[in-house]
């Protein structure tokens, strides 16, 4: 856990420049206006007028028109952004807000107790179909890692939403994947993938699919192999093919053609669908590997499921089996072959 807090701390490093970068031709009159007009509305409760304020008067990145809320009681902040959030949902279009969206988020993830409250945020902000800006990564990952320093459980602290009369969900949790794989910290992931059910949010496809890729990314292929039979054999789930296609890519790129093949025979007893691309794949994998039987034995699996190889890698299949003298293996791969285009 020492390596992770400072781990994320490096990327706040790396990001700071970017985060505090604000254009020339600002002056500091125009942002004083802005603060001091939504702070304005904020007292009136004149909240749905926020969104148009942030929209019109020039702002920057460099200022937060919210920041005013530090002067206010952590249980008073709490009841402004909640009442905020509620005013902005019969908004139309429902777009409209993300300025706002993402400035309570960014003062909420920066500021000295951001849980469970930038949780509600960032909840509203992917409800009402915005995506919070990238760097919003680097802030949800580096608030998480210190609360989950002080010892606080994964679902403790998407529990802790509930006390503000929220419910954690799985888009929440999902987006929380993402932003710790975005910065590497793949241990803490699968922490929060195991731990999230616990605060009643299932993982679905999303969830597994993001820290799976993430783990091929880097080549982590027998964790990454762990999670897809997890979520197939625990939760019923079925991968997607893009997610897929990655495992089966980083399992090629690590030589282990084995393991590839061994992961379609298990999905496919479990009554999932394997695509064209994944068996393509993993045959031009055993050619690679001069592996000319188990290439043969894939494609007429893949022959099976009404899939026929592109014609370079059939010719390949049958030129290689000819070379290690198996004949017969090869004269019934290309009977299947011609059977199946006619």
Not at 67 to 87: G, K
Not at 161 to 185: E, F, K, R, W
Request: proline share 5%.
């Amino acid at each position: 856990m020492v390596m992770g807090a400072t781990m994320h701390h490096r990327f706040l490093l790396y990001f700071c420049p970017i985060l505090n970068r604000c254009p020339s031709g600002r002056s500091v009159s125009s942002l004083q206006k802005l603060e001091q007009a939504v702070r304005a509305e904020v007292e009136a409760k004149n909240y749905v007028k926020i969104p148009d304020l942030l929209i019109s008067l020039e702002s920057c990145q460099n200022s937060n028109p919210f920041s005013f809320f530090s002067s206010f009681p952590q249980n008073l902040q709490v009841q402004i952004v909640d009442e905020m959030l509620q005013s902005f949902i019969p908004i139309r279009p429902r777009s409209k807000p993300k300025l706002a969206y993402s400035y309570l988020l960014s003062y909420t993830l920066q500021s000295s107790h951001p849980f469970p409250f930038a949780l509600a945020v960032l909840q509203r902000t992917l409800r009402s179909g915005c995506l919070p800006v990238p760097q919003t990564h680097v802030l949800l990952s580096s608030a998480w890692l210190d609360r989950r320093c002080l010892s606080h459980s994964v679902a403790n602290i998407l529990l802790q939403m509930q006390s503000i009369g929220y419910t954690p969900d799985c888009g929440t949790c999902n987006y929380l994947l993402s932003s710790l794989c975005a910065v590497d910290q793949l241990v803490e992931a699968v922490k929060v993938l195991r731990g999230m059910g616990g605060a009643g949010c299932i993982p679905d496809s999303n969830s597994y699919g993001t820290v799976i890729g993430a783990m091929c990314r880097v080549r982590k292929t027998t964790e990454a192999q762990d999670l897809m039979k997890q979520m197939v054999v625990q939760y019923g789930l079925s991968p997607r093919q893009g997610t897929l296609v990655k495992l089966l890519a980083a399992l090629r790129a690590n030589r282990e053609i084995w393991k590839a093949v061994e992961m379609i025979k298990f999905l496919e007893e479990e009554g999932n669908s394997v695509g064209f691309e994944s068996y393509e794949l993993v045959i031009e994998g055993c050619l690679e590997k001069r592996e000319y039987v188990l290439a043969a034995k894939v494609a007429m699996g893949m022959t099976e499921r009404g899939f026929i190889p592109y014609i370079r890698v059939r010719q390949k299949i049958i030129e290689g089996l000819a070379s290690i003298d198996e004949w017969k293996i090869a004269c019934a791969v290309r009977q299947r072959f011609v059977a199946l285009k006619s």
